[in-house]
């Protein structure tokens, strides 16, 4: 009796550190994340109708599935009109069909909540999608996403809320491998210290998150919004600005971006949609 305890005991010990070990590299092993901006359900048709908007976002979603990324960000303007009900439901209705095994998050852009956005629209957009901001862990890093309405508009009780929580969410991140931000806005969009624009934010209020960005050592930020595709640095920071999945502005085509995440780096390609790769290839 005492020998099969002991058995036992042995064999528990030792699934234990397997099941460690597995945990452990697979925390270390690189994954990939899609991130989605601006489908923007009606833009194309000034909001007539979003029939182009459907396919162009089912293509996308077809992608997304046959991809299968870690989890899925959408970083603002899901529509055009933010009281046109068939817009939301139509947006609605096509996200419904990524795999569920797919997690998918939100941020608001000024589209879905206006700007300045008052309360009721960001408390619709809540009972829409669940929340106007979010942060989780992921295989040691951390992925926080903002309301960047509230940013941009510089309302200063709601701001200063949304500021306090993020500091205490980054404080939270330190020991992780990558801190990860989204945003709708990019903050700034060819150089930290560019003047203050409709596509960026203020450089009094830039300032002050782009200091607390480098106290805690932030990688990267996902922002939307342009319609274009944009990147610039501030310090070691990336301030990578992703052009739409519904209607361009620019030269850039309606796609995605993946991003492929290191546990010592992490890199980033956008791709129209159809250009997208039918696999992911890790280097």
């Known amino acids: 009796m005492k020998t099969y305890r002991l058995v036992s005991v042995l064999f528990f010990l030792l699934m234990t550190a397997i099941q460690g070990i597995s945990q452990e590299k697979n925390n270390s092993a690189p994954f990939f994340f899609i991130q989605v901006t601006d489908p923007q359900f009606g833009f194309f048709e000034s909001n007539k109708g979003f029939s182009k908007e459907t396919e162009l976002y089912e ?25 046109d009900k ?10 419904a069909r990524i795999t569920p095994s797919i997690p998918v998050w939100y941020s608001p852009g000024n589209h879905d909540i206006g700007q300045p956005p008052a309360q009721k629209d960001i ?20 992925f926080i996403g903002l309301n960047s309405c509230l940013v941009k508009s510089g309302i200063s009780e709601p701001e200063q809320l949304q500021f306090e929580w993020l500091s ?4 939270n991140a330190e020991v992780m491998n990558h801190i990860i931000i ?31 960005f480098k106290k805690f050592k932030v990688d990267a930020v996902y ?4 319609h274009n595709n944009e990147s610039a640095k501030y310090g070691q920071m990336e301030m990578v600005t992703t052009s739409a999945v519904g209607k361009p502005l620019a030269n850039a085509p309606s796609g995605l ?3 492929k995440v290191y546990s010592n780096r992490i890199e980033s390609v956008y791709y129209s949609l159809d250009e997208l790769p039918e696999v992911i290839i890790y280097n």
């Open 59 to 83: 293509k996308a979603v077809s992608k997304i599935n046959n991809l299968h990324p870690d989890f899925v960000v959408i970083t603002g303007d899901l529509v055009n009109n933010k009281d």
């Open 86 to 95: 068939s817009q939301i439901a139509e947006f609605k209705r096509i996200t």
């Open 123 to 142: 408390d619709a957009f809540i009972s829409e999608y669940g929340h106007d901001r979010f942060s989780f862990r992921h295989k040691n890093c951390t």
């Open 168 to 171: 205490k969410e980054l404080s």
């Open 182 to 212: 989204f945003s709708h806005y990019p903050f700034f969009i060819k150089a930290f210290d560019e003047p203050e624009t409709y596509s960026n934010i203020s450089t009094e209020i830039r300032n002050r998150y782009l200091d607390l």
């Open 223 to 226: 922002a939307g919004h342009l």
């Open 257 to 259: 971006r993946i991003v």
